[in-house]
């Protein structure tokens, strides 16, 4: 009698075991929730956590439920077009609701595949053993364990699990922003779309502006000159793109210079969000930074017709640019370009200065402290990262940063001190060697989303210093002037 029960108890331990093993080692499959293509999976785990990763920005993990199983949930691809139909539905509530259904279900499939695996388990596992009870019985009760086993695990589970643990996961990778990130998407988007709304009339009030002004705007500066509308650190902000844009067609730049960070995380679907550059009267030429990646440039390029500025370039106009991209805009998310790096990039732009047919007439770079090696030697030297206007006329030479065109992004719009929308029209005219030189400059900051606002400063490049423009202190020849804007929910 006791032999038997000793058997009976290695089958069940025999069986739990084998039930554990095949639903935490043979659970991972695909499911869609349109327009999501989710990889599900069950692993061991002492306590019962849920771990969400979403490549490539890295991944959130929080205790959830109790049990002894981990929950994993990998989103393997999105369907950019299907989502953006999604947003853009008008009823939200049916919607949320429609996506909740879809998971619910998705949720309910793979618990019926680990409760199966979890019978297949328990019995092959009770089978496998080589003495105890017949074979026949030995399945049966195997496969009543792995159920038993299997459904007392999920239960538990499903009755324990607490969405609101995620308030205080962990984050790991690029994604390690997304509490800040989620709340600027819930309270802004409106806010965004009326500011985007101003822009066709904020660029007209400033170009009637600018022709109220002593000197020739460089709207129409004499024949012969190049204008080059220099923008910077956009940041998938749709709102920067339309003032791009607009500031495009009305002030008519021969090119658009982009001194890098188009992106933010440097993923592809990224892209969609800049995808109005596309509709740009004039070239667009991007040196990448450190937000950016092979992987949104190349989805950049595909969706906007932009044009990466690589070492030396000849652009419209004869404007030869020499430049090399951000070290980090070879890796795969955001990152800082290390000492090392920054050292081997101004090598490498030392090497094309050198090599270069003549004296160049830009150097692009996206970090102000390489750019700024290079003050004095290039007519003109062009950095963007910092989000901060600047413009240094000085013997040296003409140090330009337009600060950020896309405000910082969503980072922008979440921070206590605002960030302006920023860019630069520089007017070139014919040198004596061939080349390029500077006349002037005109810097432009629009802010405040609440009662929209610009600041317009026109520098003559003489070498002489001037103060340069920054969002902390307007400068006093600044011209300026609020528009009104109605702001949805205030």
Known sequence: MARRAREWTLVVMAAAAGAYLAMTLFSATSVTVSPFELGLAARPSLRGVTEVSVPPLGRVRAPTHLGPIALSVRVETVDVRDLARLVETADQERLLAELRGRLVMAARRFA???????????A?????????????????????????????????????????AFRHARYSGAISAAPWLLDAFASTPERVQAFSRQMDLLTERLYALYRGLDVVPSGTAQDGALRVLIVSDLHNNPAGVRLVREFAATFAPDLVIDAGDVSDWGTAPEAELVAGLSSLPVPYFVAPGNHDSPTSL??????????????????????????????????TSPALASPEELAAQSASLEALLAAAPRRPDLLVVHNPAVAERFVGRVPVVVSGHTHVQRVDDSPRGLFLNPGSTGAAGIRGLMADREIPYGLLLLTLVPGRDGGW?????????????????????????????????????????AVYEELPLEVPGR
């Open 437 to 477: 030189q500077p006349v002037s400059v005109d810097a432009v900051e629009v802010y405040r989303l609440e009662s929209t606002g610009f600041a317009l400063q026109r520098y003559v490049v003489d070498g002489r210093p001037e103060t340069p423009v920054s969002p902390l202190a307007r400068p006093p020849q």
């Open 112 to 122: 019926v595949r680990l409760l199966v695996l979890g019978v297949l388990g328990g």
């Open 298 to 331: 190349r989805a950049l390029v595909e969706a906007t017709g932009a044009r990466l500025l690589e070492d030396l370039a000849i652009l419209p106009g004869g404007l030869l640019v020499i430049t090399a991209r951000d070290p980090s805009s070879f890796r």
């Open 124 to 164: 092959l596992a009770a089978l496998a053993l080589p003495w105890g009870p017949r074979p026949p019985r030995r399945v049966v009760a195997g496969a009543l364990v792995g159920l038993l086993w299997g459904a007392g695990t999920l239960v538990a589970a499903d009755r324990t699990f607490d969405p609101a």
